[in-house]
């Protein structure tokens, strides 16, 4: 029976290769964790902001719940921003707050049956009805911060009579699902995302 033998030059060609091998699978495997980490790190990086923003909203809407206005009931003077928090029958707690010369109102609507829950948030002139304001409201049916649904009344004035008989007048309206005045889409989501700044810093002083 005859026995291979490798000599020394054979040997050191085989470790050679084999070393070879091992530094092009290193490589490979090094390239191949780069990829990854570049495809995966944004990724992490941009979840958190949408994160943030539904929390901003769950935020709004148990600060809303949660607060008690007026306080104590039985005084009708307040000095305090947080005008009234109320909760309906229907499932729907509202509250409004007064800052400067603006109304703005949050209503959150629970979900019955097939209709989602819901944020509503108005945005009204604090001196109430006259000629020329503008009446705001947005919609977020899915409570992720990006809204569903925006509208402004315009108030005018009915005829050339005076004193001038108000009546109210929907000049804009947005629905994404439909994608009815998509024009106005970013301007409603900029409108939200203040409400739900003011409701942060003022809900509840």
């Given amino acids: 029976m005859t026995t291979l033998?490798?000599?020394?030059?054979d040997e050191e060609w085989a470790h050679?290769?084999?070393?070879?091998?091992?530094?092009?699978?290193?490589?490979?495997l090094?390239?191949?964790?780069?990829?990854?980490?570049?495809?995966?790190?944004?990724?992490?990086?941009?979840n958190p902001v949408h994160a943030a923003e539904?929390?901003?909203?769950r935020k709004v809407?148990?600060?809303?719940t949660s607060v008690k206005m007026p306080f104590p009931e039985s005084l009708a003077r307040n000095r305090a921003k947080t005008e009234r928090v109320w909760l309906e029958r229907a499932g729907m707690t509202a509250g409004c707050i007064r800052l400067e010369d603006r109304r703005w109102c949050y209503e959150f609507i629970a979900p019955e049956g097939n209709r989602a829950e819901m944020l509503?948030?108005?945005?009204?002139?604090?001196?109430?009805?006259?000629?020329?304001?503008?009446?705001?409201?947005?919609?977020?049916?899915?409570?992720?911060?990006?809204i569903d649904v925006?509208?402004?009344?315009?108030?005018e004035a009915l005829d050339q009579r005076r004193p001038a008989t108000p009546i109210a007048n929907v000049i804009q309206f947005f629905h994404r699902s439909t994608k009815r005045g998509?024009?106005?889409?970013?301007?409603?989501?900029?409108?939200?995302?203040?409400?739900?700044?003011?409701?942060?810093?003022?809900?509840?002083?």
Avoid: C
Wanted: net charge neutral.
């Fill in 16 to 28: 050679h290769g084999v070393m070879l091998l091992f530094r092009k699978g290193v490589a490979m």
């Fill in 54 to 57: 539904r929390e901003d909203v």
């Fill in 150 to 155: 925006g509208s402004t009344t315009r108030i």
């Fill in 120 to 146: 509503r948030i108005r945005s009204e002139p604090s001196r109430g009805v006259f000629i020329g304001a503008l009446y705001h409201y947005m919609v977020d049916f899915d409570l992720d911060g990006l």
């Fill in 30 to 46: 090094q390239r191949t964790k780069s990829l990854f980490l570049a495809v995966l790190l944004p990724s992490l990086a941009l």
């Fill in 182 to 205: 998509e024009t106005f889409a970013s301007d409603y989501q900029k409108m939200y995302d203040e409400g739900i700044q003011v409701a942060l810093r003022y809900f509840g002083e």
């Fill in 5 to 9: 033998t490798l000599g020394s030059a």
């Fill in 61 to 64: 809407i148990n600060l809303v």
